[in-house]
Nanobody, 121 residues
């Protein structure tokens, strides 16, 4: 299984910055991709940013130019640098990993517990 532990959430004023981290641990063969999703109250969970092996990244239109996803493969950790935060960025942010538990196994999705990000003055 893959365990994901997120950190870095909190309360920040509009225009401020936060950096989220998500570290993967456990018994797995390889990680294909990692990403961040968020869910605001009363809304569906949505993709914020993702990265796959090889470095390809993908961002939601609402965060392009403000958020940057990066990955440290040696540490099995993904980061989300969030700048110019807006009140509408307030949500619980979840880390997701797509991994293979053994060489012949299929890819599976694993989720972290989430970290709250609140943007408010």
């Amino acid at each position: 299984q893959v365990q994901l532990v997120e950190s870095g959430g909190g309360l920040v004023q509009p225009g401020g910055s936060l950096r989220l981290s998500c570290a993967a641990s456990g018994r797995f063969f390889s990680i294909h991709g990692m990403g961040w999703y968020r869910q605001a109250p009363g809304k569906q969970r949505e993709l914020v940013a993702s990265t796959i092996s090889g470095g390809t990244t993908n961002y939601a239109d609402s965060v392009k130019g403000r958020f940057t996803i990066s990955r440290d493969n040696a540490k099995n950790t993904v980061y989300l640098q969030m700048n110019s935060l807006k009140p509408e960025d307030t949500a619980v942010y979840y880390c997701k990993s797509r991994a293979r538990l053994d060489a012949l196994g299929s890819l599976g999705d694993y989720w972290g517990q989430g970290t709250q990000v609140t943007v408010s003055s």
